[in-house]
């Protein structure tokens, strides 16, 4: 089965005027996809106050145009590993840090395509490379996602659940809900299969021991092994 997805790459001005073309230019595109769509690179900006660090200027208005855009675009973060910060000036005195570099994913990306992100250590570079994996799943049958209670047994499941609830997504609130919801399919499942996997079989092979115990009792009723 072939999928189809769009992927735009971004190294934006580092002024504002030029940089609001690249706004337009982005919203343009997202009135005609109709596909997955991935947006990545560098985008010589910040989102909120907490993504620059050792710089006192901070211009609202840039971060305040490149939030309209993505909330027109339907762009949202691709949850990601690795470094926060992907930027800084490498000076020793009067060090920099911002997250300018970013992967950015429509809602029918982050429902239907299986990815992993990464932001590397920069090494040489004063920007971080940003790693997209993306799993191919082609020859596998799509299956319906089930929740399962024996999950929450597992020590690991709240401090899975939690670390993907602080994911943050923009859209409105129902949207947000149904992101991620979807996003913590592949944590709880990558919790089944050491522990819970083959539950069914499991199930069914217990009810034949248990009738076979019982059949058995039919002959020997006070047999205190079968008993038990």
């Known amino acids: 089965m072939k999928r189809m997805f769009e992927v735009t790459f971004v190294y934006a001005f580092n002024t504002r005027l030029a940089r609001k073309e690249l706004w ?18 560098d985008f010589d900006v910040v989102l909120t106050m907490d993504e620059r660090l050792g710089s006192d200027h901070l211009h609202l208005a840039d971060m305040a145009e490149f939030w309209s855009c993505l909330e027109s675009c339907g ?15 490498k000076q020793g005195d009067g060090l920099r840090w911002a997250k300018l570099d970013r992967v950015l994913a429509n809602r029918r990306w982050l429902v239907s395509v299986r990815v992993t992100v990464s932001f590397l250590l ?9 790693l997209v994996h993306i799993f191919d799943d082609c020859g596998s049958r799509k299956t319906g996602f089930r929740y399962m209670n024996c ?17 943050d997504f923009h859209g409105a609130k129902i949207t947000k809900l149904f992101l991620k919801l979807k996003w913590l399919e592949w944590p709880l499942k990558e919790l089944h299969y050491p522990s819970f996997s ?16 019982q059949q058995q009792l039919q002959s020997l009723p006070l047999d205190s092994l079968l008993v038990r």
């Open 24 to 41: 337009n230019h982005l919203q343009e595109i997202s009135g005609r996809i109709s596909h997955p769509w991935l947006c990545m690179g």
């Open 75 to 89: 762009l949202s973060d691709h949850p990601a590993t690795g470094c926060h910060f992907t930027w800084n000036n």
């Open 122 to 130: 920069a090494g040489v570079s004063d920007h971080s490379p940003s």
């Open 151 to 167: 999950w929450s047994l597992s020590p690991l499941f709240l401090s899975r659940v939690q670390d993907q609830w602080r994911v």
């Open 198 to 213: 083959g539950l069914s079989k499991r199930v069914i092979d217990a009810k034949n021991r248990l009738l076979s115990c």
